[in-house]
């Protein structure tokens, strides 16, 4: 596994990219946002959330380099760091192929040696992803209380119309709409598909407020992240996704 020079010392403020560092540049990391779930047995200092992370506390750790994106994180944190003479490396990922170029950037920035086998992998699944049988409508709620969905150029979108789902806020002038529940009934989409992230929608929780609508509840890491789990979205997503309209159309209205 490709590995970096000894000394280099990382922050991650994404947890995508804390993955990817971690399984492709062991013991580069010594500081992750507290939503860093992957690897399970990763061990560094929690450095707060990613809209809110402990600036003194990065500081304090002397890191070479802070990973970061331009969605996730907040600009004046960010800035602070700067300030702070850390070097802040910020990633802009809308769409599957940008994911793989920040990626490989990404894990340069932070010292590893040659290009990480899951990377190539995930290149070869995406370049040929899994034919739908024809090509659905989808709204995907992200919270509740209040309903927000994807919009306009966010990854997720892309991820879901390379996989044959189309979102129906695709155009719309805000990237994470608030959209009020009986407007999102009346779009009529073929298909609502329920992440476990941000919000964790469940089978008791969120498919009830579409009654009569094919809902396909998804592993949000599939669908939002970029980082290793991208080399098996394309078979698992896509897997998730047929049997949520295959559910839905078994069940009566």
Known sequence: MPSGPAGVRVVSLVPSLTEAVAVTVPGALVGATDWCSRPPDLDVVRVGGTKNPAVDRIVRLAPDLVIANEEENREPDLTALREAGIEVLVTEVREVPEAFRELARVLGACGARGRPRWLDEAEAA?????APD???TAIVPIWRRPWMVLGRDTFAGDVLA?????????????????VPLPELRAAAPDLVVLPDEPYRFTADDGPEAFEGVPCALVDGRLLTWYGPSLAQAPSL?????????????RRPC
């Open 126 to 130: 995406w370049a040929r992803p899994p």
């Open 162 to 178: 390379r996989l044959g789902v189309d979102n129906v806020y695709a155009h719309h002038a805000d990237r994470y709409p608030r």
């Open 134 to 136: 024809r090509r659905t």
């Open 237 to 249: 997503l896509g897997a998730a996704l047929r049997a949520g309209s295959a559910e839905g159309q």
